[in-house]
């Protein structure tokens, strides 16, 4: 029998394994198909991978149906205690010893056997179901006899059904077929091959593993407040704009709102006759105090560099005394360095318009008086368009 029992191992291991992993690709299959196919497929997703994951203690007893060359009775009860815990939802691993003991057929002597191997189990189905599985295990038989005492290496391969009862407990029944190598415990054969059914009690022990948080979700990114906010792209954010939404290009005041820009030059006056042909310094050809004419200058480069699309004309003018020929020359004298003033300071050539003379056209005094003709002597920034 044991050459036979050696070839019916091999072809059932190869089997059950085969027939595990089979299942279990199978279930995996339909737990993909349900989860693309209806919501019921995350709850069984997650029946299936919420494992309880605690050591437990398998006291187990069950029977054997002996190998005829052994010589024995041929059913005999067994004992055994199985340590072992779930590594995955599918797949458990035990530390086991049982033990039995057979009354030889010609002697009232027994023939006593203590087992200690490993066993691994693979599962098919649901955690909460009943779950069929496939057994494999290797071991080592310690054998006392009237011949012999000794170990012999041993393995088994089964099938199972196992069950969750409570929280803590399963119920398992399984039956399979054992080999055991021993070839020294008779002296005629030597190899034995013995079916095998056991009843098992699984206890869990310890706490339940809490299951692992939900993944915590990125907090929002901080949303801008109004103050880092211009929403119509005017300059003004919009806790100061008073006007939201205005048109693009639409020059507005502090407040948002439309306005209207004013370059007002008074107070940058010229000298008399100033300035002469040729003349390109401004300060020298300005009205005392000059540096009041100079900031006054400046104030208008500002305000052409906050109003980017304001475009202006400059123009020149003179007071009442000499030709109408050499004032219209000396205004647009007057206003030619006003030009090049704006344009060495960063004022774009093509936001302005001119330089252009007027004379002494278009008087803003009286020309009767000196404090009236220097009023005179100007150059005026005229606003043309502000879109």
Same mark, same amino acid.
């Given at each position: 029998?044991?050459?036979?029992?050696?070839?019916?191992?091999?072809?059932?291991?190869?089997?059950?394994?085969?027939?595990?992993?089979?299942?279990?690709?199978?279930?995996?299959?339909?737990?993909? @198909?349900?989860?693309?196919?209806?919501?019921?497929?995350?709850?069984?997703?997650?029946?299936?991978?919420?494992?309880?994951?605690?050591?437990?203690?398998?006291?187990?007893?069950?029977?054997?149906?002996?190998?005829?060359?052994?010589?024995?009775?041929?059913?005999?009860?067994?004992?055994?205690?199985?340590?072992?815990?779930?590594?995955?939802?599918?797949?458990?691993?035990?530390?086991?010893?049982?033990?039995?003991?057979?009354?030889?057929?010609?002697?009232?002597?027994?023939?006593?056997?203590?087992?200690?191997?490993?066993?691994?189990?693979?599962?098919?189905?649901?955690?909460?179901?009943?779950?069929?599985?496939?057994?494999?295990?290797?071991?080592?038989?310690?054998?006392?006899?009237?011949?012999?005492?000794?170990?012999?290496?041993?393995?088994?391969?089964?099938?199972?059904?196992?069950?969750?009862?409570?929280?803590?407990?399963?119920?398992?029944?399984?039956?399979?077929?054992?080999?055991?190598?021993?070839?020294?415990?008779?002296?005629?054969?030597?190899?034995?091959?013995?079916?095998?059914?056991?009843?098992?009690?699984?206890?869990?022990?310890?706490?339940?593993?809490?299951?692992?948080?939900?993944?915590?979700?990125?907090?929002?990114?901080?949303?801008?407040?109004?103050?880092?906010?211009?929403?119509?792209?005017?300059?003004?954010?919009?806790?100061?704009?008073?006007?939201?939404?205005?048109?693009?290009?639409?020059?507005?005041?502090?407040?948002?709102?439309?306005?209207?820009?004013?370059?007002?030059?008074?107070?940058?006056?010229?000298?008399?006759?100033?300035?002469?042909?040729?003349?390109?310094?401004?300060?020298?050809?300005?009205?005392?105090?000059?540096?009041?004419?100079?900031?006054?200058?400046? @104030?208008?480069?500002?305000?052409?560099?906050?109003?980017?699309?304001?475009?202006?004309?400059?123009?020149?003018?003179?007071?009442?005394?000499?030709?109408?020929?050499?004032? @219209?020359?000396?205004?647009?004298?007057?206003?030619?360095?006003?030009?090049?003033?704006?344009?060495?300071?960063?004022?774009?050539?093509?936001?302005?318009?001119?330089?252009?003379?007027?004379?002494?056209?278009?008087?803003?005094?009286?020309?009767?008086?000196?404090?009236?003709?220097?009023?005179?002597?100007?150059?005026?920034? @005229?606003?043309?368009?502000?879109?």
């Amino acid at each position: 029998m044991k050459h036979k029992a050696l070839y019916v191992l091999v072809a059932l291991t190869l089997g059950s394994v085969s027939a595990a992993h089979a299942q279990d690709a199978m279930t995996s299959s339909d737990n993909g @198909q349900a989860m693309s196919s209806s919501s019921m497929s995350s709850d069984a997703s997650a029946s299936k991978d919420n494992f309880d994951g605690r050591w437990y203690v398998a006291p187990t007893i069950g029977g054997y149906y002996n190998d005829t060359d052994r010589n024995t009775n041929s059913r005999q009860i067994y004992y055994g205690l199985g340590f072992g815990k779930f590594v995955n939802p599918n797949v458990s691993i035990d530390g086991f010893a049982d033990f039995t003991s057979r009354k030889i057929d010609y002697s009232s002597s027994h023939w006593k056997n203590l087992t200690i191997g490993m066993a691994a189990r693979f599962y098919a189905g649901s955690w909460d179901s009943w779950r069929p599985y496939a057994l494999l295990g290797a071991m080592g038989s310690h054998h006392t006899s009237m011949l012999d005492s000794g170990w012999a290496p041993a393995a088994e391969i089964g099938v199972g059904l196992s069950k969750t009862i409570t929280k803590n407990n399963d119920f398992r029944v399984e039956a399979g077929y054992r080999y055991d190598w021993d070839s020294n415990s008779q002296v005629t054969n030597g190899g034995y091959g013995d079916y095998f059914l056991g009843l098992s009690l699984v206890h869990r022990f310890g706490e339940v593993a809490a299951p692992p948080p939900p993944p915590v979700a990125p907090p929002p990114p901080p949303q801008p407040t109004c103050d880092q906010l211009d929403s119509d792209n005017d300059g003004v954010n919009n806790c100061d704009d008073k006007c939201p939404n205005t048109a693009a290009g639409t020059i507005v005041g502090p407040d948002g709102c439309p306005t209207k820009v004013v370059i007002d030059l008074r107070g940058v006056n010229f000298k008399f006759d100033r300035p002469h042909k040729g003349e390109t310094d401004i300060g020298p050809t300005l009205q005392k105090p000059t540096s009041d004419s100079m900031d006054i200058l400046n @104030q208008a480069v500002d305000t052409l560099k906050r109003y980017p699309n304001v475009h202006v004309m400059v123009a020149g003018y003179t007071d009442s005394i000499g030709s109408d020929k050499y004032n @219209q020359a000396l205004s647009e004298r007057r206003a030619k360095i006003v030009y090049d003033y704006l344009t060495a300071n960063g004022v774009d050539a093509s936001r302005l318009d001119g330089p252009v003379g007027h004379g002494e056209s278009n008087p803003v005094a009286s020309n009767s008086t000196d404090e009236g003709r220097a009023r005179n002597r100007r150059t005026e920034l @005229q606003v043309e368009d502000q879109q």
